[in-house]
């Protein structure tokens, strides 16, 4: 693959570090990799943002882009509009995208929270982009209660578009998991109708570069260049049965 396109099933839920992730594995492998973020909000000029996030912690050699910059911490579409600027449009992803291909051997489009938030005024979304790059989306899902619904949202989303998931990864998983993050490593596949690719331990994006970049690879299946291996974290994680 040389674009996967990042995707959430809502905010806030660690696309950024899974993005990270991705990225710090590729180039362990000898790949060379750019990190695509289309619209960033909510950082103001000269701040860093998550393009800025992603280099630091899987290296200084990951090229990054970012589109366009508005100020306010709101879905693309609103806060371009609100701050009277110009929005990214689906076809600026895939064009900007498609040329960091012809440069690297991986291309990481990250998006703005959900597979469906707008980014302009006619309704467009990551998903357009990821359908007119023919890019796989990578699902970043949280691990809780919940999770489920959004996950099989977005997975069937997707199928109606002809937009192909390359899977799911659980962006933070809990140092201390309740029972519904470990009854959901089962049941996530399902809901997604696809395979679990990876969890990333909670405050991994709090690490230094160098622990980060040591560690990524076991956070990561095969899949994407890692060696973790969803069965054998399923069955560690799996909760007690039920006894009546």
């Given amino acids: 693959m040389t674009v996967i396109v990042v995707s959430g099933t809502g905010t806030e839920i660690g696309k950024t570090v899974t993005t990270a992730t991705v990225a710090a594995v590729a180039l362990a492998s000898g790949r060379s990799v750019a990190m695509l973020k289309p619209a960033q ?73 959900g597979l469906l938030v707008r980014f302009d005024e006619e309704g467009g979304t990551l998903a357009d982009a990821a359908r007119l790059l023919d890019a796989p989306v990578l699902l970043v899902a ?25 899977g799911v990864a659980i962006g933070s998983w809990p140092t201390a998991p309740d029972l519904a993050s470990r009854c959901n490593l089962a049941d996530l596949p399902k809901s997604a109708e696809a395979d679990l690719l990876g969890a990333i331990p909670e405050g991994a994006g709090a690490l230094d570069g160098p622990a980060f970049r040591a560690a990524a690879g076991g956070w990561l299946g095969p899949a994407l260049g890692g060696t973790w291996d969803a069965d054998v974290f399923t069955r560690r994680e799996a909760p007690a049965p039920l006894v009546r």
């Fill in 41 to 113: 909000t909510g950082v103001a000029p000269g701040e860093p943002g998550d393009a800025q996030e992603v280099r630091r912690l899987a290296g200084e050699d990951v090229t990054t882009l970012e589109l366009a910059r508005f100020p306010e911490p709101l879905a693309p579409d609103t806060a371009a509009r609100r701050a009277g600027m110009t929005p990214v449009r689906p076809s600026d992803v895939a064009d900007a995208a498609a040329k960091l291909a012809t440069e690297h051997d991986l291309v990481l489009v990250e998006g703005a929270g």
């Fill in 142 to 166: 949280s691990a809780g209660l919940g999770t489920l619904n959004t996950t099989a949202l977005s997975a069937e989303a997707l199928r109606a578009r002809g937009v192909r998931q390359l």
